[in-house]
């Protein structure tokens, strides 16, 4: 097939000029008709800022966040959550139901009243058994079509790198469209409070604060009773007077000894000595002093000679008493022979040293009797003081235990204490509906419309004007009779001045 050229359709427009100004004329007027019919468009805008509160880094208060957050992402992501939730069909519900159906469905342009009277020939509920589940059927159309039209009137914006969002609404009534997207931004900041609720955070809290309470309470007890029965009031503590104690009983115990041997070996000594020294000692000697034993002996021999003589001169020498006269005056000469005349007087007295020594002994074993004592005593203090080092080595795991008990059970006291006053506080905010939300420009009434851009409109009139009336004289001139046969002869036998518009691509437009 042979390529149409511009001069082609040029020449073909013009061996057709008045269809196409015709049909230019034509569409071009009803293209204009239906743009200046079109109904206006107004527009209403309105934004909000999401500062930084509780809503963005808070948590639900049953739950336990980590030490540090991300608020930078925080923002973030809160500022892009607040346009999702602006842009959902639950926000769009929600205005529906406080602005009314009605008013959202009333037809205001002649196109939506075409509509409306169409689709009122729409049976509304196939098989539909009575006018209750028929009259249902309605009212869910009519919410569906309000819900629809409030999001397509309503666009909602985040500007790059801002925390503001900005709520956008068009339609054909000013005043509907402004109060639709002040009632969107009302309602967000309910529905944004309750988003951030945690619903039976309170009552969770306060049931958790008063176990807990009661926990810490009874564990506390438990422990101070237990210390109080085993004697110990803080195992560390005691724990360190008992060591300094064993310390000091050790070191005093080991002087203790090593005095007491030491005296025990300088009594020892003393005892020794003071057995080779002499305890008497004489300090005179006095000689020929007459003895008075001798003298009365003497006397009394003398006596008895006197009446041996007188006995013996009446005797006969053979007479037998007169021989043992004889022998006993002999045995009593001999006696009296034998006995000193002259006695020698000596006076003594204590040895100094011996006495020295016994008191230095004395002295010395009771010294290491005292000494022997404090050791004795000591020693049993050491071993009482390890005894109690290694009972309170035991009690103390016990103590450890209790311990660690009451402080975990203290922890959550306070740990509950706080996220119920946090609880409390979260609650009181939302009985407010305080919200971190905040509406800093209302929705604006715009009288002037927006839309729809009459001038470009009319523009692109004129060109499918054009293209229509290019489009019809191209069809008409290639609808002639014995078209085929004419151009296929033009081809063996070359173009004429009247060569009709050849069909094949236009390649060259």
Known sequence: MASATLSDIIRTINDRRKSFIATFLITSAVLATLVFAWPNRYGSDGLMFVRLGRGAVSIDPTAQSSKTISLMESRKSEVVSVARMLSSREIAERVVNSVGIDEINQPRTWIEKGVNNLTSFIPS??????????????????????????????????????????????????????????????????????????????E????????????????????????????????????????????????????????FAEADSHASALKIRLAQVEQWVPTSVTKGIASKAGEDMRTALYSAQIANSEAMAKLKPSHPKYRLVQKT???????????????????????????KLQGEYEATFAKA??????????????????????????????????????????????????????ARIVSALDTQELSDVAVIQPASLNLKKVGPPRLTLLVLAGALGLLAAALQAILRQTALPMWSETFSHQRRNGRTKHEPFPVGPVESL
């Open 329 to 355: 005056m002999s045995g009593s000469q001999d006696i009296l022979d034998n006995e000193d005349k002259d006695r020698e007087q000596s006076l003594e007295a204590i040895n100094p040293v011996y006495q």
């Open 125 to 202: 509920l196939p098989g539909a058994k009575s006018s209750v589940e028929t009259e249902e059927y309605d009212n869910q159309i009519a919410l569906e079509e309000a819900i629809q039209r409030v999001q397509n009137w309503v666009d909602v914006a985040v500007p790059k790198d801002t925390y503001t969002v900005t709520v956008f609404g068009e339609g054909s009534d000013p005043i509907l469209v402004r109060k639709i997207v002040q009632t969107l931004m009302d309602e967000y900041k309910r529905f944004h409070v309750e988003a951030h609720q945690a619903t039976g955070s309170l």
């Open 369 to 422: 009797a005292g000494l022997k004592s404090r050791y004795e005593s000591l020693a049993a203090a050491v071993d009482h003081a390890n005894t109690d080092l290694v009972r309170l080595n035991t009690d103390g795991i016990e103590l450890a235990e209790l311990q660690w008990a009451s402080d975990v059970a203290e922890k959550n006291f306070l740990a509950h204490s706080k996220s119920l006053e946090e």
């Open 204 to 259: 969770f809290f306060e049931k958790e604060v008063d176990d807990s309470r009661k926990s810490a309470i009874a564990s506390q007890q438990l422990l101070q009773g237990t210390k109080a029965k085993m004697g110990w009031l803080s195992v560390k503590a005691a724990e360190e007077a008992l060591s300094t104690r064993i310390s000091s009983l050790e070191l005093s115990r080991d002087e203790a000894q090593s005095a």
